[in-house]
């Protein structure tokens, strides 16, 4: 049937394959099955094909439905190839299903339309591995561990405060998808080839029966942009990114025994028995690479492309398909890697005052004084050279007043007193103390919490 509707001319020849774009279209079949339906009964209800037909029309799309993607042939693409089915099933009046559309205008509808199914899905995945990070820091807002800079043991923090810079950057993620969801929802249905049709369409209708918000206005516009793919692919990457850090930190902290990945998120070697990896969180991380590579190929697509639709396009929306699926697995992953993560607190309370880590601490105390908060860091920055992560309280609090001595010539003891210099040497009331907007404190936990 396919070759009733090609004419010979252009069957394709040695390059019927490279043309056709069947296989990858399975992805849109549903969506083109949607946009056939609401194209014909727009038809039929503008009076330009008859009800007569338009229902046997239906009827076809039914039947092509049940038989599925796969029992298509014939044509370049699913669009050509649905058309064949039908005509093959009601005869040549099949063929006024493409009364007033192009391929063009069908394509761009389809991708929209399936897109939109895609991105919600992502949504939906940010969504839950935002609740598992919220519920795990829910757990551990006491929870001391190191925090880093540089990967060096910087200031103590909690689990709870780590996870939750975590949670809300993925909560822009979820609101870059939401934007890219509201610009993907228009109907581009109607604008035909990119020139618009004599026939008297109803655009609004279409646009309605097929769930857009609205229409994109100009034909040329509606048939050939892409940049809605763009700014999806962007967000995607955006996210990915944000997730392959956080896979990073886990794998950095699995290392270090601070956190031990469930077994169903491990893996282990052929060779080396005793091996427990956390490989679902590696591909977390390199999947990063799929969606920034997804955006790469498809800016380098669109790139210099002349109005209005060029065949290239074939090429652009299969790098975001590829990319939303290896993304919403991804993001699937992180979520069930850190809603089943067991972090030992042992191992982070022995390790979060590593580094002298309290060190930023007694410096604000001495800046608390009146001192200036440079003189103060001088004091402590002299006395860090000598500070080991052996020291208990009392010996550092005397290597502190030494260089004390050092700088301004006194004891430290005349500006501080040293019982607070030393309860701040410890990492639970180092954390405590900084229960600014956003901090670690538990307290400024909660209200992020609450958030
Ligand atoms: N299969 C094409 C695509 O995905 C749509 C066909 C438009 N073809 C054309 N020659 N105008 O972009």
Request: aromatic share 4%.
């Amino acid at each position: 049937a396919g070759d009733v509707i090609r004419r010979d001319r252009f069957s394709g020849g040695p390059a019927r394959d490279f043309l056709s774009s069947l296989a990858a279209d399975k992805r849109i079949f549903d969506a083109d099955l949607a946009v056939d339906r609401a194209h014909v009964v727009m038809l039929a209800e503008q009076g330009i094909i008859s009800d007569g037909d338009a229902a046997d029309i239906l009827v076809a799309l039914e039947s092509v439905e049940e038989a599925g993607h796969a029992e298509l042939s014939g044509g370049e693409d699913v669009h050509e190839a649905i058309e064949a089915a039908v005509i093959g099933r009601v005869g040549e009046r099949g063929g006024k299903m493409h009364t007033a559309r192009s391929r063009n205008d069908e394509v761009a509808t389809c991708i929209r339309y399936r897109l939109r199914e895609d991105v919600l899905d992502a949504i939906e995945g940010t969504l839950a591995l935002r609740e598992a990070l919220r519920e795990t820091a829910a757990e551990h807002t006491e929870t001391v561990m190191p925090g880093y800079t540089h990967l060096q043991p910087a200031q103590p923090i909690t689990v709870a405060h780590f996870l939750l810079s975590y949670e809300a950057a993925v909560a822009r993620d979820t609101a870059r998808l939401l934007d890219a969801y509201g610009r993907i929802n228009h109907s581009p249905l109607g604008g035909a080839a990119f020139a618009g049709t004599p026939f008297d369409i109803d655009r609004e209708r279409t646009a309605d029966l097929l769930g857009f918000d609205s229409l994109l206005g100009n034909s040329m516009d509606a048939s050939s942009s892409r940049d809605f793919l763009a700014e999806t692919l962007a967000a995607l990457a955006t996210h990915a990114t944000t997730i392959s850090g956080l896979a990073e930190d886990l794998i950095i902290f699995a290392n270090k025994g601070y956190v031990d990945l469930s077994d169903d998120y491990s893996s282990t070697s052929s060779i080396m028995p005793q091996k427990k990896n956390p490989d679902t969180l590696e591909l977390v991380r390199g999947t990063a690479g799929d969606a920034v590579g997804g955006l790469t190929g498809l800016l380098t697509n669109l790139k210099g492309l002349p109005r209005a639709y060029n065949r290239d396009l074939q090429l652009a929306h299969p790098h975001a398909f590829r990319a939303v699926d290896a993304v919403v697995n991804a993001t699937d992953v992180a979520a069930g890697a850190v809603a089943t993560a067991t972090w030992n607190s042992e191992e982070l309370a022995a390790d979060a005052g590593d580094g002298f880590s309290t060190a930023t601490g007694v410096a604000d105390a001495l800046a608390m004084t009146g001192m200036p908060f440079r003189t103060a860091h001088e004091i402590v920055a002299a006395a860090a050279e000598d500070i080991g992560d052996t020291d208990d309280a009392a010996t550092t609090a005397a290597k502190l007043d030494a260089a004390a001595e050092a700088v301004l010539g006194e004891s430290l003891w005349s500006r501080v007193n040293r019982e607070t210099v030393e309860s701040l040497l410890d990492p639970d009331e180092s954390v405590a103390s900084r229960d600014s907007l956003g901090g670690p404190a538990a307290s400024a936990v909660e209200t992020q919490l609450d958030e």
